[in-house]
């Protein structure tokens, strides 16, 4: 993988090989890492940001759980995304902001003055399973591997250690053929893919796991239930059995980097005429359409990269208790 030459590394902007780690990091040990994956879309009107104020959110409120004291406030990492994707020169970029406990400590409870850093990372990236997978659909597989329970470490934090079961379902897929796997949650009903949600249609209605279902509640996963909503197309959040992927007519995926991806066969039996549907069709056309602006961007999503004023105001991609937003917004002001 190739990233742009310059990365943001505390509070500067420098050559890659400059921003470097220590191997004692307690992140590199213990996976005491909070991160996001944010796209830059190419528009008519230049580059633009995919919800950049939602995915700061979304790291400040993973920082949160593990009391990891982001050195910089909510304004200096949106500025910091926008000035790495700028200072490379880049039309559109998959970015990575991260931040890490980059202290030497072995500890498992680490005092607050342990530091944390961040950086921004940028690269120029397709869609995660190919520009054709968007077209023709992929062959998933369910893993063998359960995602973790709600009262083990939380799936909802977008954490570094979290990745670890990521990768050993993604890890099976590919052994077996297959471009993901899909894992179910510790009840045994569906969960989400490795770095994907998952969506079923039947009889023109989108089904998805609800946020109980040890999954990342995603960004996308939102901007596609918004829009199916808006589309007048029902849209329901419930526990579902294994077996309605194979009911299924319709299956698709999304996520920052999968975008929206249909899915052709679940454990090589097809899914409903083995090729894209309708509905994931007409999805993929709005959420692509935000960017070649053939769909209305009435949600403020797409923000421009040196314009810092939209700063701020989170836009519910989580809907949480308001007494949450308020705690979080004194965290930060303290
Ligand atoms: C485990 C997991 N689920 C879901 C998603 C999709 O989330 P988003 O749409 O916010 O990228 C991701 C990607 O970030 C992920 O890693």
Redesign the pocket.
Known sequence: MQSSPLVWHNGKLKPLHEATVHVGAHALHYGSSVFE?IRVYATPDGPRYFRLVD?TE?LLLSAKVYDLDIPYSREAINRACEDVVAANGLASAYVRPIAYRAGFTFSLAPSRDVPVEFAVIAIEWGSMHGAQALEDGVDVCVSSWNRAAPNTYP?GV?AGG??LS?QLIAQEAVRGGFAEGIALAPGGCLS??????LFIVRGGKIYTPPVGAS??A????DSVLTLARERGIEVIEQSLPREFLYFADEVFM????AEVTPVRSVDRKPVGAGKPGEVTRALQKAFFGLFDGSTANTHGWLTPIANHEHVGSSQGWLRFDPADAQATAQMEAA
């Open positions: 994956g995915h979304r799936t977008k979290n990745y990521s989400e893919g490795a770095g994907e949600n999954i990342l995603g960004i996308t996963r999304t996520g920052t980097a």
